[in-house]
């Protein structure tokens, strides 16, 4: 278990030199610089703009002094937010989008799981029919409608809850987009676990179970269910890694001061650094999450385990 | 008829349909009998005949298409149409089950220990660490080796025979008033086979627990058991006390299940027929303990130095009991696992022989599986599975030539050629091994390895499974090595016999010689608790 | 485990079915999944050949109806007629005596201090609501005209957009888009998804470690760049569309794959299969493929919306197709935009999109069911 997290560790650095150097040339290959505005700039000051960020030497150079810093931690200033480096504006805004996140995997994961073993021990009744159309607008409806409906109807209509902000970061903030972020995911989960509880329901170990007098909340939880996640751990990979680094959409309608919007933003206006910095970012979480996810995988399945 | 007042399970007019898409079948049509206290009821008849089903029915773990009607009073409480919670109250704790497949019936995610503690921490209202005695105590009585290991291990680090001895244990935590075994002995070598029925002789006797014992091994049946029902197409045929059935047979289906005893020897082949296929200082080593957390590897010799030479028209019988390494021999000789040794295949050399280097080699050097369930794929059909080798090495065959072909392999093994669009769980234990063969056969193969073959098998499919495999022997000059515990079966088959325990051989030599003249003490025990049981 | 004898089979069945034959029988018997199916195939046949029944075009652009709420009864109404001629007539600086409305038609009496040109009733035409104005008589030396012409009477039965087109034909353009980006993308998804993720689990060791460091690279890299490079190199195209998608979509699938296989792999009938000679592609994909098929099913159902929605995206980025082209998710987040002033232009192609996903998902635990042998 040591050895293999540290050899999945150590194979993460090769990853992410991958990643740095593919999006690093990827960026440079599009059409568009960071100070290509829709008014042209005077070109000495454009030159001067070029030297001072070190867009004029060669793309070669500019790619060793990025690795170079990179490795130190040095991410680079960000080319919109002049004052800030990358690792100031990913270090204030990754916080809200993790906090915010983490309450809308848990709520998507376990609201997911319980609302799909609901329907599949109800398979083909009214409830299974309801709660997979639920889930089904869940999937369907995407979320820059989902957020300015509950707006509409919580902050709006209602004053209930507040339209946005982060506020003070208690619970009344984070709600409304904590929803709007975990429908979607919960809606999946949701999906996954019917799916594959409903072949779990049908195993030959679930009869012994019912045999031996369990009552069916131990034949459904510890037999069925726990044979039933694996299709679930897989997706929770990808599904945390998208929702703890933000959504641009959600922090954007709920004017949350998340990293989310960087990954727009940065795209948009060919802020190369910031857009390298989002890259990192994500490849560290898909890799971390993943690897967890294989180490779920073994405390999940016993004969996943000596591979 | 009334109710017998003293029964433990009293049945009356049982009734169990199934809905599929072809019509409703009928499985069990209205069957009556009685299990009173302390006594073994053994309900036999061959696969299909609704026996299992009875005690599905019984127990309410019909699959979701199956419906029961009539009565079945558990001292006079009806169990027919109760509450799962009302009968939860009943099962696994009055009453017990033991199921015919043992590779499938445990969870495979959870530890063994913990999958026995589970009904005496519900029933009982301990912890599972209070638990832990009892099963410990439990596993030794079922006759696991070092149960404070075994404890903690998986199912699938388990052979078949220490999986059913694991049911068993989990069936006997409670100490029920009832036990249905659904073939319990089945997967278990002889030795412990014995055991096991005296162990629970022994605890019938202490708790007077009744036992219902649905089997189609007449051995057992006679031994064991105090009175029997014969079932046939969902209905009862007779019934009576052993001393009637065996003696004074009334019904010509009992007569034919009486007679069906496997019976007949095998000749030796000629010494100069050629040698087919060789394994020398066959070695096969784990490693076992190589948990998720530890890294550690403790190394375990399976199979340690033998030396197997299987001749054109030979038969080799391996017998030894669960855990001996024989079935690891079997798939070493295929080359299936990782092994060292010296192989040789009709005068080739193929130690070296890589996966890609034996393909080709595997449509004449066939298996047939120990688990006929999990050994075949749960989303093919029946037609699909046994046709599969065809495809690889006869790919120049049509459709309908392959459809032919699975009609005659289905016939051969003496299943209905309907059966070729229907799936592998809709099967009994019995049918699904025949299905097993018939993978086999379709291939025209010449080294076939057959591993336990015949032990889910009913003693009247048996006797024709091996008038079945000894005309394919003859008509093409097959060789077979039949792994098996039984030794009646083995003794009808085979020509030559290894007795092998703990991953060596302990004694070889022509069959007769091993039966008539047994040397080594261990395999005088292996004869005598076999023949001693009938 | 079920112990029915066989002998029920009728003997008539002479050939041999596959997984496939029967799950399709089955599949048949499933009312849901068959009414998702006439669903599915109503709404294609309205995308895909509603237009040719559809006197407007997607890209016709209608000034005088600019975000009109929909309604079943033909517009303009009389009333409103009235004032959009006065204004016509205002802005050809005659004065409107007279007008009336008879069916199709309408006569109008103009009149200015000074002789009216004729060409004037270009100005009447110029309005949607008009056509064919003639001028009729000449009164008062032309000072006076009695004209006479053709009243356009449009039908929005779904409204128009904030350019004054018609709903119902961007509905159905979108629907073209959405439907086959949807098919075309999570085909390839499915594809490579489900091969990429039982090949990486069945071989396992190294194989599988490369193979799925591979899946965090390209789930890392920044998908915009990644699609405007692409956009470069070929140009904007349709198939693009469907390959960038596709190839961001089928990442979640194979890490799906991958993890049932692992659990598979371990399975007895894998060795049988190994036993018998299979090679490791043929176990794949007779073996392990079939087996995972749940999931598979399941997730594709998710994976449709997905890429629908992310084509929105990319042609909120100015990648996908462009206006006047428009797609589902394009309306839908238009739409999104007004949902408060204008919500017909969210409500109607939501309900397509619903529908259709709802028909899919349907569909999806039709195949499903039909597809594991053990459900009844």
């Known amino acids: 278990m040591f050895h293999f997290v540290l050899r999945r560790l150590a194979s993460a650095v090769p990853t992410l030199f991958i990643v740095v150097t593919i999006s690093f040339f990827l960026m440079r290959f599009a059409p568009g610089g960071p100070f290509n505005l829709e008014r042209p700039l005077p070109p000495a000051t454009m030159e001067n703009l070029m030297k001072a960020y070190h867009l004029d030497q060669p793309l070669w150079n500019q790619y060793l002094q990025y690795l170079k810093n990179a490795v130190t931690g040095d991410f680079g200033p960000s080319y919109i937010y002049k004052d800030n480096t990358i690792a100031e504006l990913i270090g204030k805004g990754l916080p809200y989008s993790v906090e915010l996140g983490f309450y809308a995997l848990l709520l998507a994961l376990f609201g997911g799981v319980i609302v799909g073993t609901i329907a599949a021990l109800r398979q083909n009744s009214f409830l299974d029919f309801l709660i997979m159309s639920v889930a089904t607008i869940g999937v369907t409806v995407p979320n820059f409608v989902v957020g300015p409906v509950l707006t509409l109807i919580f902050a709006v209509l209602l004053s209930l809850l507040p339209a946005g902000g982060w506020g003070d970061g208690s ?14 995911q919960l809606a999946v989960f949701a999906r996954l676990t019917r799916g594959s509880m409903i072949e779990g329901l049908h195993t030959d170990h679930i009869r012994t179970a019912r045999a031996y007098g369990l009552p069916p909340r131990t034949v459904v939880i510890t037999h069925a269910m726990r044979g039933a996640l694996l299709p679930v751990v897989s ?14 959409v959600v922090e954007t309608i709920f004017t949350i001061p998340g990293v989310g919007r960087y990954f727009v933003l940065g795209a948009i206006n060919r802020d190369y650094t910031l857009v390298m910095g989002t890259v990192v970012l994500v490849a560290i979480f898909v890799i971390v999450f993943n690897l967890v996810v294989d180490i779920l995988y073994g405390l999940l399945d016993p004969r996943v385990r000596h591979d | 008829m009334t109710d017998n007042k003293d029964a433990v399970l009293s049945v009356r007019g049982l009734k169990v349909d199934f809905t599929t898409p072809d019509g409703d079948v009928n499985a069990v049509k209205g069957i009556d009998l009685d299990v009173l206290p302390g006594e073994t009821l053994a309900v036999v008849g061959e696969s299909g005949s609704g026996k299992s089903q009875t005690m599905m029915g019984i127990m309410g773990l019909l699959a979701q298409n199956g419906r029961v009607a009539g ?17 939860n109250e009943v099962r696994g704790s009055k009453i017990t089950m033991i199921f015919q497949e043992p590779m499938t019936s445990l969870d495979p995610l959870y530890t063994i220990g913990r999958q026995i503690a589970e009904p005496i921490v519900h029933h009982k209202g301990v912890s599972f660490k209070q638990a832990k005695v009892r099963v410990l105590e439990l596993l030794k009585l079922v006759g696991i080796p070092e149960p404070e290991r075994r404890i903690n291990s998986y199912p699938h680090e388990m052979s078949g025979g220490q999986r059913q001895r694991v049911m068993i244990a989990m069936a006997l935590a409670n100490e029920p008033d009832l036990l249905i075994a659904d073939e319990p002995t089945t997967a278990l070598d002889v030795t412990i086979q014995a055991q096991i029925l005296d162990l629970l002789r022994d605890l019938q006797k202490r708790f007077g627990m009744a036992i219902v014992l649905i089997t189609h091994d007449l051995g057992v049946v006679k031994h064991f058991a105090e009175r029997v029902v014969v079932m046939r197409r969902g209905e009862v045929v007779e019934k009576g006390t052993i001393k009637d059935i065996f003696e004074r047979p009334q019904e ?14 095998k000749s030796a082949p000629e010494d100069k027929a050629p040698i087919m296929l060789e394994g020398r200082n ?11 957390f530890t890294s550690a590897h403790t190394r375990f010799r399976a199979v340690d130095g033998v030396t197997v030479r299987l001749k054109q028209r030979q038969t080799i019988g391996i017998v030894g009991e669960s855990g001996s390494g024989k079935s690891t021999l079997g798939r070493a000789l295929l080359r299936l696992l990782p092994s060292n040794g010296q192989y040789h295949f009709e005068n080739k050399n193929i130690s070296g022989f890589d996966r890609a280097a034996m393909r080709p080699l595997r449509r004449e050097l066939q298996l047939v599986f120990q688990d006929p369930y999990g050994s075949l794929s749960p989303r093919q059909t029946v037609g699909e599975i046994i046709t599969e080798g065809l495809l690889i090495h006869e790919p120049q065959l049509s459709r309908a030539d392959r459809d032919k072909r699975a009609i005659a392999a289905l016939k051969e093994v003496g299943l209905d050629p309907g059966a070729r669009n229907r799936y592998p769980h809709e099967f009994s234990g019995g049918q699904r091994q025949r299905i097993a063969i018939a993978r086999a056969m379709i291939l025209k193969p010449k080294v076939v390895i057959l591993d336990e073959p015949t032990s889910a098998l009913d003693r009247s499919v048996q006797g024709q499974v091996i008038e079945l495999l000894r005309d394919l022997q003859a008509k093409h000059d097959l060789s077979y090595i039949f ?10 088959m085979s020509d030559y016999v290894i007795v092998m325990k703990s991953g060596k051989i302990v004694e070889e030599g022509q069959t007769d010689d091993i039966f008539d003249a047994p040397q080594h003490d261990y395999t005088k025990t292996l004869i005598g608790a076999a023949f001693d049981l009938d | ?27 048949r018997r499933n009312r849901a999944a068959m009414a998702g199916c006439v669903v599915l195939f109503f709404i294609t046949l309205f995308s895909f050949f509603g237009p040719y029944f559809l006197s407007h075009t997607y890209d016709q652009v209608f000034p005088s109806y600019v975000t009109i709420p929909p309604s079943l009864e033909a517009l303009p109404k009389a009333d409103t007629l009235g004032d959009v001629m006065a204004g016509v007539a205002s802005r050809a600086r005659v004065q409107l005596k007279e007008f009336a409305v008879d069916g199709n038609t309408f006569t109008a009496t103009i009149h200015s201090d000074q002789p009216i040109d004729p060409r004037a009733t270009r100005y009447f035409d110029r309005a949607n609501e008009f056509q064919g104005t003639k001028v009729a008589a000449t009164e008062d030396d032309g000072k006076t005209l009695k004209l006479s012409g053709n009243v356009n009477r449009e039908y929005f039965f779904f409204g128009t957009d904030a350019n004054g087109r018609d709903m119902l034909a961007r509905i159905m353009l979108g629907g073209q888009i959405s439907l086959a980006v949807g098919f075309l993308a999570s085909l390839v998804s499915l594809a490579v998804g489900v091969t990429y993720g039982a090949i990486s689990g069945y071989i396992g060791g190294r194989v599988d470690n490369v193979m799925m460091r591979l899946i965090e690279i390209l789930y890392s890299l920044p998908f915009v760049f990644l699609v405007v490079v692409l956009v470069v190199f070929f140009g904007r195209s349709f198939i693009l569309i469907f390959l960038v998608i596709g190839a961001v979509e089928w990442l979640d699938m194979a890490r799906i794959v991958r993890g049932q296989t692992l659990a598979l792999k371990r399975r007895e009938f894998i060795g049988a299969a190994q036993a018998l000679g299979l090679t490791d592609w043929q176990i794949i994909r007779r073996h392990i493929i079939p087996n995972t098929i749940g999931p598979v099913i399941v997730f594709v159902t998710v994976v449709v919306p997905k890429v629908i929605l992310l084509e929105s995206f990319l042609s909120f980025l100015g990648l996908g197709v462009q206006a006047p082209l428009t797609s589902w998710g394009a309306l839908i987040s238009e739409g999104a935009n007004k949902m408060q002033s204008a919500p017909w232009l969210l409500i109607f192609p939501a309900i397509f999109f619903v529908v259709t996903l709802f028909s899919l998902n349907f569909i999806g635990d039709g195949l499903r069911d039909a597809l594991d042998p053990k459900d009844r």
Request: charged share 15%; proline share 5%; hydrophobic share 50%.
């Open chain 1, 171 to 184: 619970w009344r903030f984070l709600i409304l987009p904590m929803i709007a972020l975990a429908l979607p």
């Open chain 1, 235 to 248: 997706y929770l990979a990808p599904c945390a890694a998208a929702l703890l680094t933000g959504s641009a």
């Open chain 2, 71 to 87: 009565s079945a009073k558990y001292r006079g409480k009806e169990l027919v149409g109760l509450s799962t919670k009302a009968l």
């Open chain 2, 252 to 265: 010509d289906y009992t007569k034919m299940l009486l007679a069906a005893e496997p019976s007949g020897s």
């Open chain 2, 282 to 292: 066959v070695t096969v080593d784990f490693a076992i303990g190589g948990g998720f």
């Open chain 2, 483 to 492: 792994i098996s515990h039984d030794l009646a079966v083995i003794k009808a």
């Open chain 3, 1 to 27: 485990m079920t112990d029915i004898s066989t002998t029920n089979i009728p003997e008539k069945e002479t050939q041999g079915r596959s997984l496939f034959q029967l799950a399709t029988l089955r599949f």
